[in-house]
């Protein structure tokens, strides 16, 4: 079946480390998307990416990285100048602008 | 800028019960308007969807209709089921990439 996955599902980081969640998509689709989400909130656009090679900043940019090397794949680096990265990060992609979002099961980051 | 306004919830229904969740938005153009549900532990999945004023999406028993005149897109179910316990995210997107979505509102169905 078509999809996205992203791994892993749980995640945990040490101060002063950076970590990179993966997402990566089989339904051939341009758009990503990287979302965070925080309890009782809506989701925040963090980064996106129209087409391969190319990427845009979101709402919370600060403190993350993304790259989009290949059109299936679309990593999320959270950095240690992020000094909140307790949250749901939600992955997703579309096959443009104004068309639904799917979304991946989410990965939970969590502090240690 | 755009934004959408959720109802706060929680909403707890018993089993067989009406459901609303209302959702108005300020935007600056025509906007597409997007009713997303999260289970527990999950991603979030299209539930429907409405393109221009006046249409109605439906899907699963869920119907909202775009009310240009009251920039409303609130979401309804006639009878709800437990299955239907979940977080419902109201969303608009301006054809320029960037979903803006509501705060979410929790839904508990009892039986």
């Known amino acids: 079946d078509g999809g996205i996955t992203q791994s892993p599902k749980y995640l945990f980081r040490k101060e002063g480390q950076n970590v990179t969640l993966s997402c990566e998509q089989n339904l051939n689709h341009d758009a990503m998307y990287w979302y965070r989400q925080d309890p009782g909130q809506g989701l925040r656009l963090i980064y996106y990416?129209?087409?391969?090679?190319?990427?845009q900043k979101g709402d919370i940019a600060e403190g993350y990285s993304v790259s989009r090397e290949k059109k299936e794949s679309f990593p999320l680096t959270v950095t240690s100048a992020q000094k909140n990265p307790t949250a749901f990060y939600l992955c997703?992609?579309?096959?443009?602008?104004?068309?639904?979002?799917?979304f991946g099961d989410g990965t939970r980051l969590s502090i240690l | 800028g755009n934004s959408v306004t959720q109802m706060e919830g929680p909403v707890t229904l018993s089993e067989e019960a009406f459901l609303t969740i209302n959702c108005t938005y300020t935007?600056?153009?025509?906007?597409?308007l997007f009713w997303y549900v999260q289970y527990p532990g999950e991603g979030l999945q299209l539930l429907l969807k409405a393109t221009k004023a006046d249409d109605k999406g439906s899907n699963k028993g869920f119907e909202a209709t775009y009310r240009k005149e009251t920039t409303s897109f609130h979401l309804e179910k006639g009878s709800v089921q437990v299955s239907d316990s979940a977080v419902y995210f109201c969303?608009?997107?301006?054809?320029?990439?960037?979903?803006?979505f509501g705060a979410g509102t929790t839904v508990t169905v009892r039986a």
């Open positions: 990416s129209q087409i391969v090679n190319d990427f």
């Open positions: 969303a608009l997107d301006l054809n320029d990439y960037k979903l803006s």
């Open positions: 935007a600056t153009g025509y906007p597409s």
């Open positions: 997703a992609s579309s096959v443009g602008p104004d068309q639904p979002q799917h």
